[in-house]
């Protein structure tokens, strides 16, 4: 069966090709502003130089869009392996013959131009579940924001002046110091999942009913004030607020505080960008391992929410019993709903954005920040890997905590209520926070 016809294809076409040319605007951004010696330099060794990522980001749109979508030759096959994220990891690749940046430049630009040109030709037109509702072409437009992501995080670890402006987020709603520390989420079925959204990713499908037992949750992030009194409490040298494993890592790496924070004096400043600033009290914490959260939380008395915690307070209406797209309900995300794509170069402030809340009031669910969960990366009843084993079924098991929600830096193509990241538990680079849960009282 065709993915769709007449004037549906044509609606399809103009917004495959309007995600497509966002990323690649956001890419040019993060690639251009620096210089070709720091697009092949390796910033950090968690990280992957520049250029690779940009190669990769073409090599990945030649196979899923021109070779499997469209049915064409392979422009540079002997590239390939070069660009397989699972044959070379990422401390080694800048040992491999990568294209130079201006033959990188020029193959992205190839594959684009032809991915267009397959647009205008009618691809959306055939038939196959990688073309049903334009998924190849979502699946790819959210791959390059993601790796724009990631590259955004290398130039948050590169040392050096700022390469990059944006203006600052939006201040808390005055409303926001009357806000209740929490809001009780009340116990139940709902549907977590998807079995509807055209972009959807394998790992959040299929829909499913999971059954909740009521708790609390807190109605923002952790902010940096909130954090820093963990911290100024002797948290990072007290070891029985920590998992085993991340004590390990606190006494090995000799951490005292969130990456990228430093004491200067009696203020507690940090590095973001190439700016150097004191540390904002009434952010949202960022640069925080799920380590780190999980002894936040306990030193707090109380814990990271699960995974079905979590969608279950950004997505059900206790109202209608039904799940929403997002917090605020089926509209996609605007300016006013949520801090994402890159528009400010850090979180708002705890109680921005009151259009984005939930039913029940809590704010910035979406946006902002990454938040870590409790759980580990499982796959949902009924799970199929689609397209392609290694988006996600290889990550499964109890290596890898998920992560929800999203943060300023993605673009919301790439961001829903039932997105899921993931991550190793140790990791920091990333743009991770976190909000507390407990348990409702009577359980």
Known sequence: MSSTTGAGTDTLREQVAGVLLAARDRTRLLTECVTDAELTAQHSPLMSPLVWDLAHIGNQEEVWLLRAAAGAEALRPEIDPLYDAFRHPR????????????????????????????????????????????????????????????????????????????????????????????????????????????????????????????????????????????????????????????????????????????????????????????????????????????????????????????????????????????????????PGHANLGQRHLRPAAAGAYPAGASPLGVRQLIGDVWEWTASDFLPYPGFRAFPYREYSEVFFGSAHKVLRGGSFAVDPVACRGTFRNWDLPQRRQIFAGFRTARDAEGR
């Open 91 to 334: 401390a080694e690749r800048p040992g491999l013959p990568l294209l130079p940046p201006r033959e990188a430049r020029g193959y992205v630009a190839e594959v684009r131009g032809r991915v267009l040109d397959a647009l205008d030709g009618g691809v959306l037109r055939g038939e196959g579940p990688l073309l049903d509702g334009g998924f190849a072409f979502g699946m790819v437009a959210q791959h390059e924001q993601q790796h724009d992501e990631t590259m955004l995080i290398t130039h948050q670890l590169r040392r050096g002046p700022a390469a990059l402006s944006a203006p600052p987020p939006p201040p808390a709603s005055p409303d926001a110091a009357a806000l209740p520390a929490e809001v009780l989420v009340p116990g139940g079925p709902f549907t977590m999942g998807t079995s509807t959204e055209p972009w959807a990713l394998d790992n959040e499908r299929p829909a499913h009913v999971r059954e909740v037992a009521p708790f609390h949750l807190d109605t923002l992030p952790v902010t940096n004030g909130a954090y820093r009194a963990f911290v100024d409490d002797g948290g990072y040298a007290e070891p029985r607020w920590w998992h085993p494993d991340g004590w390990a890592m606190v006494r090995r790496h000799g951490l005292t505080a969130p990456l990228f924070w430093r004491r200067e004096g009696g203020t507690w400043v940090r590095r973001r960008f190439g700016v150097t600033e004191e540390v904002p009290p009434h952010e949202p914490v960022l640069h925080v391992s799920w380590y780190e959260a999980a002894a936040y939380a306990a030193w707090a008395g109380r814990r990271l929410p699960t995974e079905e915690e979590w969608e279950k307070a950004a997505r059900h209406d206790p109202a209608t019993g039904r799940s929403r797209r997002y917090p605020w309900g089926d509209d996609d995300p605007g």
